[in-house]
């Protein structure tokens, strides 16, 4: 299910909603807010965020490192959320959820973007994704083992953790102020440097709809987010398109690079 669903580009309109999902939780959400580079370096911290998550899937003998990495560089991040409580990044409830919101935002991006997921599809993808998190050197113990039991997991989650943390509305300010894109073909930047002060708002308001709009709608009311009918309209006339779109698509405009590569080499 992964190999064939991470790499798509699909993924990339996906990834915005888990990770707003996790800085909704106060301690996940005061460790970015202290120690992430996210506001000095967006773009650059959106494409580690995007390899790593590839790399997990895709890297081979390299995802087992990448994973120790992970872990070795949030050792040292600790600190005292907003609620005056301290935290730890590698607390396991805290990790374990960071790893978790992948699945519910695959499921729901899918069930737009792609199709809804059969019973026996769903189950393989959970399966698949704690996986991952054992690569990640989250423990069997710290996350449930099944999808029966990770619903009743979610919602508790949901209903006595999460919240609008700073941090998440941050994320979701068109006003907030980012940086012109310093990633991507030159020529693209080049372009777009003189232009950015009047595509920063239109941009940040689409990345807004589709990272709500993409994230499961019980997410949503938990921490909170406006979602209108109009909005939904919108976003499944959108999904249409998607739907119609991508899987016509050649290999190399489908597939993120590092997945396209060890799709190939997987064939060789």
């Given at each position: 299910m992964l190999w064939s669903v991470a790499g798509d580009v699909r993924a990339l309109l996906m990834l915005p909603a888990a990770l707003t999902m996790q800085v909704a939780h106060p301690a996940i959400g005061a460790g970015v807010d202290e120690h992430s580079v996210f506001r000095t370096d967006p773009w650059g911290r959106g494409e580690r965020s995007l390899r790593s998550v590839q790399l997990w899937v895709y890297g081979g003998a390299d995802a087992a490192a990448e994973g120790r990495r992970l872990r070795a560089l949030h050792r040292?991040?600790?600190g005292t959320d907003a609620h005056g409580r301290r935290y730890h990044a590698l607390t396991p409830a805290y990790y374990s959820w960071v790893h978790a919101t992948g699945y519910p935002v695959y499921r729901h991006g899918l069930a737009l973007l792609h199709r809804p997921l059969t019973e026996a599809q769903d189950r393989r993808l959970y399966a698949e994704w704690l996986q991952v998190g054992r690569i990640l050197g989250i423990h069997d113990r710290d996350?449930?083992?099944t999808v029966e039991e990770f619903w009743p997991y979610y919602r508790r989650v949901l209903a006595e953790e999460l919240e609008a943390t700073a941090v998440v509305r941050e994320l979701l300010d068109p006003d907030a102020p980012v940086p012109a894109p310093d990633r991507g073909p030159l020529l693209l930047r080049i372009a777009l440097r003189p232009l950015w002060p009047l595509l920063r708002r239109p941009f940040q308001r689409i990345r807004?709809?589709?990272t709500v709009g993409l994230m499961p709608p019980d997410a949503r009311a938990?921490?909170?987010l406006?979602?209108?009918?109009g909005q939904e309209r919108?976003?499944?006339r959108?999904?249409?398109?998607?739907?119609a779109v991508v899987p016509v698509l050649p290999e190399r405009l489908r597939y993120l690079p590092l997945a396209r590569r060890a799709?190939?080499?997987?064939?060789?």
């Open positions: 040292d991040i600790q996350m449930p083992q807004a709809f589709l938990a921490i909170g406006e979602w209108t009918p919108r976003l499944r959108l999904a249409r398109v998607v739907r799709r190939q080499a997987a064939r060789r």
